[in-house]
């Protein structure tokens, strides 16, 4: 049982399942990046606290954001 995830900003939005996910069962966790202002390379991560062992797992997500192309 997933009890929390949190992102490392603001920017950084998981959204996990909430109920039981079954020993051998696989579920997804995604994650919603708002690169408005961060250009360049970013390092994010998510913190999920589940009934499991470690208590913790921590992902990152990873995005190289380019500049958008100016309109003319």
């Known amino acids: 049982i997933i009890e929390e995830a949190h992102g490392s900003c603001g920017c950084t939005v ?12 696989t579920k997804d966790i995604k994650v919603k990046f708002n ?20 208590l913790q797992t921590v992902i990152s997500i ?7 192309e100016e309109k003319k």
């Open 14 to 25: 998981p959204d996990y399942p909430k109920d039981a996910i079954s020993a051998g069962e």
């Open 35 to 54: 690169s408005a202002g961060k250009q360049g390379p970013n390092t994010k991560t998510v913190t999920i606290t589940a009934n499991t062992e470690p």
């Open 62 to 68: 990873k995005a190289d954001v380019e500049a958008a």
